[in-house]
Nanobody
Framework: QVQLVESGGALVQPGGSLRLSCAAS????????MGWYRQAPGKQRELVAL???????RYVDSVKDRFTISRDSAKNTVYLQMNSLKSEDTAVYYC??????????????WGRGTQVTVSP
């Protein structure tokens, strides 16, 4: 069994900062690309940021220069540092990871989400 557990969501004022964490646990052989997605009320889930196993990163245009994704491979954890938060960043943020449970078995895993609310 593999689990992804997010933490760090909160209510924050516009212009504020938050750091989200997502820890993977269970029967893990290797972790590939990890990422953060978000879903606002009434909208589709969208990619926010990705980080590969070699630490290459990719961001959606709306968060470039404000958000930073990073990972600690020793802790099987991915982070999302969010600065200069805007009301439009309000959403449930989900962690995603491609995880090998054996040398030849891989699957895509999701966390349950953490709420980020940006409001005065």
């Amino acid at each position: 069994q593999v689990q992804l557990v997010e933490s760090g969501g909160a209510l924050v004022q516009p212009g504020g900062s938050l750091r989200l964490s997502c820890a993977a646990s269970g029967s893990i052989f290797r972790i590939g690309t990890m990422g953060w997605y978000r879903q606002a009320p009434g909208k589709q889930r969208e990619l926010v940021a990705l980080i590969t196993s070699s630490s290459s990163t990719r961001y959606v245009d709306s968060v470039k220069d404000r958000f930073t994704i990073s990972r600690d491979s020793a802790k099987n954890t991915v982070y999302l540092q969010m600065n200069s938060l805007k009301s439009e960043d309000t959403a449930v943020y989900y962690c995603n990871a491609v995880i090998w449970t054996t040398s030849d078995r891989t699957a895509n895993y999701w966390g349950r989400g953490t709420q980020v609310t940006v409001s005065p």
